[in-house]
């Protein structure tokens, strides 16, 4: 239901609640403050009739018939009662106040009147003609506010409309935007209610601005990154069509296996950048999962590359360290910090990574003998396609970017140090110990 339909049964019905209540209110009071001025106007006329000498016969008084009254006067001395209808039978004289009573089938409102002691003054009038007196005088008084129910509907329908046309008006100026137009919205032009609603909107269209320009930056850094590869696949291709030796041919298709491999790796880092950092991850299940047995399952991957360089890759410690993460994360996280420093050790050089639990922390460290990071460099390190030295080595500088965001995932943190052992660097990632607990991220 929008937000107009309800504004508008809303305010309808809660406006017809209170007019009925209203009418039905100002109904009863009517009727009951009629009712005491009937019986104000029967206290009145019993006091003003004296002893009944100028009652006339009710068959000639000029009045309709809801406006005639009864009257008997009573004689304390025997004289002969007189009464201005002798067809009605009054009730024996009682004491002073207000009665009832039957005559013929109808009820009366009788008040008599005792205070004199030669006479009793006793003044009648059908309960039936004060009822409809009662009723002419409640209607009268209620109809207005039962009026006022479909006026009521109508103001606020045109009142709903008049509120709503400042958030149509703001929601045309979101409409007309074009899709490249991530500019705030001005918050002085929005009614006071909603300006919390516009600054989220205004924060939403900040992130999109964030991320187009981010998007930005990637596509160019992509295709800066990919022009490498691509042109020098381009120029084994032709080295390899103007080979005539075989041993020219096998150089050139090595050559070409090596840039494929190189494109390939390109790519594959890419993509896994993005996949890490969308904010709509494909849902994986993080297993409890033993961070020493997937590092020297890693150690596995990339024994061929420490020998062709004479580096010696090891494990210094491999404490039994539990951690809550999916297993193809976690090895892509390992396969970045130990291939960057494998490319980054000199020849003959030294690898070591160790594994331990510090509190309720789980904690990975990764150190090499290579030259190390400058300290005031070390963030940047983190940004994609930031390379210290682009010459100095193959690589795509997004694998410490992809490493980051997979750790921030699971809730871990990175850092970098230096290595306390000498020239070096040493990267130390940190995560939650598993408690049990099965999570899923999404």
């Known amino acids: 239901m929008s937000l107009r339909r309800s504004f508008i049964l809303v305010f309808s019905a809660l ?77 024996a004289a009682g004491s002073s106040g207000f009665s009832t009573f039957r005559d013929g089938g109808e009820e009366w409102r009788l008040f008599a009147d005792t205070s004199n002691p030669v006479r009793t003054v006793m003044a009648a009038q059908r309960m039936a003609e004060r009822d409809e007196l009662a009723a002419d005088a409640a209607w009268n008084s209620a109809w207005p506010f039962l009026l006022a129910i479909p006026l009521s509907w109508l103001v606020t329908y ?35 209610e909603i300006r919390g609603l516009v600054l989220a909107i205004n924060n939403a269209f900040e992130r999109v601005r964030r991320t187009l320009e981010g ?8 295709a800066h990154e990919l022009r490498t590869p691509v042109t020098a696949l381009a120029l084994q291709i032709d080295n390899l069509k103007q080979a005539r030796r075989p041993e020219e041919r096998e150089a050139a298709i090595a050559d070409l296996e090596t840039g494929i491999r190189r494109a390939v790796q390109v790519a594959t880092q890419m993509l896994r950048l993005v996949r890490s950092e969308s904010a709509e991850r494909p849902e994986v299940q993080a297993e409890a999962i033993d961070l020493a047995e997937a590092a020297r399952d890693c150690l596995g991957r990339f024994v061929a590359m420490a020998d062709a360089k004479g580096i010696d890759l090891g494990m210094e410690q491999a404490a039994l360290c539990p951690v809550k993460i999916d297993a193809v994360e976690l090895a892509a996280i390992l396969d970045v910090l130990v291939d960057n420093a494998l490319r980054y050790t000199p020849e003959h050089g030294r690898v070591d990574l160790a594994v331990s639990g510090e509190g309720s922390r789980a904690v990975l460290r990764v150190t090499d003998d290579g030259p190390g990071v400058p300290a005031e460099l070390r963030d940047r390190v983190f940004d994609r396609f930031f390379r210290l030295d682009p010459s100095g080595t ?49």
Request: aromatic share 8%.
């Open 15 to 91: 406006m017809t609640v209170l007019a009925a209540f209203a009418a039905v209110f100002s109904y009863y009071g009517a009727r009951h403050e009629a009712w005491d001025i009937l019986d104000f106007q029967l206290q009145q006329i019993a006091r003003v009739v004296g002893d009944g000498d100028g009652l006339a016969p009710l068959s000639r008084a000029e009045a309709s018939d809801d406006e005639l009254i009864a009257i008997r006067v009573v004689f304390a001395d025997g004289r002969p009662a007189r009464m201005n209808e002798p067809g009605v039978r009054f009730p």
């Open 158 to 192: 045109w009142l709903v409309g008049l509120i709503m046309q400042r958030l149509e008006i703001l929601a045309a100026s979101v409409e007309r935007r074009s899709l490249d137009d991530a500019d705030p919205l001005a918050v002085e032009d929005a009614p006071v």
């Open 215 to 222: 998007q930005r930056i990637f596509l160019a850094d992509a």
């Open 394 to 442: 193959e690589g795509s500088g997004i694998g410490l970017a992809i490493a980051r965001n997979l750790v921030g995932h699971y809730g871990g943190a990175i850092r970098l140090e230096d290595n306390p052992a000498g020239s070096g660097l040493r990267v130390v990632v940190e995560w939650p110990l598993a408690d049990g607990t099965v999570l899923s991220f999404s």
